[in-house]
């Protein structure tokens, strides 16, 4: 029952839009009047075919894409392709520069080590515990290809602008803020994406690929670690997760449909993150940990004056319907997940308690 959820904070596997999960609950057992669950139809029928093809199109529309750019689904989460790009993308003297603003663009960068493929950490926030986003970085012009993390989950901060790389084509991971807000398009080669986070269930990894670059990939690979197996099949060279790449569908049908497009759903975001810092700034008691000018719309990490007291609140969060406040547990601290799922309300709901127990406390 819906008066039974809790609001949901919790970093990933995160809230999906409430009106999402009652279309699937509505049509869990009889798919599309198909007689057949989600979970059971063929990846082969019509009826899948229709719903990976709205996933691609409603992609398409919503980020602006044009023929130029390919929209595949793949298995092995955001890490798997921490190890497919240089795989698929650098060859012999061929080097790629990575910025590494935390744990997971650090886990990019040892994949690439691990291949001994060519690249060069060209900036680095780790100087000051990755909070903050770094400033002219010295791109180099010759590269392959710049790897970043749009939004870093752990710690909190996030590209509010992306770089001038000089034409060399940006990798993202935006496995955290995928489709959060307009994009400018022509700086990308491409675009992957855990689902688990911003997108939907986990077990899905959405790709976004510019042709182009796919082009120079490398072809002496293991059929399942070419990008070009799967744009050549329309993600299905083998079976698919067909129930994420549903869920995926019925999220993009929500963004488009019900909150109008990417411009708003960046205004939204924009001011449930704005009600949480403002009020963090305006208090002597909490204190948001990424710099002013790094900080995330998506992931809102911040400290209480004692680790006691974190405890403490998480505690009597949770005892209130306030779910998922526990900071990483490399980090420790508090982190609220503030997602496109998540509400105006919940936000207030969570200002509110942040309020009193303030006021308790002192």
Known sequence: MTDQRIIN?????????????????????????????????????SYFDDVINDAVDRAKRLLGLDDQHHVLFLQGGASLQFAMIPMNFLSGDQSADYVNTGTWSTKAIKEAKIQNKKHVVVASSEDKD?????????????????????????????FAEFPDTGGVPIIADMSSDIFSRPLPLEKFGMIYAGAQKNLGPSGTCLVILRKDLLETGNADLPSMLKYSTYAEKNSMYNTPPCFGIYTIDLVLKWIEEEMGGLEKMEAYNKEKAGLLYDFMEASNFYRATAALGSRSLMNVTFRLPSEELEQKFIKEATAKGLGGLKGHRSVGGCRASIYNASTIEGVKALVEFMEAFQKEAK
């Open 9 to 45: 904070f919790n970093a990933g596997p995160a809230a999906l839009p409430l009106p999402v999960l009652e279309e699937i609950q509505a049509s869990f057992l009889n798919f599309s009047n198909s007689g057949m669950s989600i979970t059971e139809i063929s990846h082969r029928s």
């Open 130 to 158: 990755f909070s903050y986003i770094p400033e002219n970085i010295p791109f180099s012009k010759d590269a392959k290809y710049v790897h970043i993390t749009s939004n870093n989950t752990i710690k909190g901060t996030q």
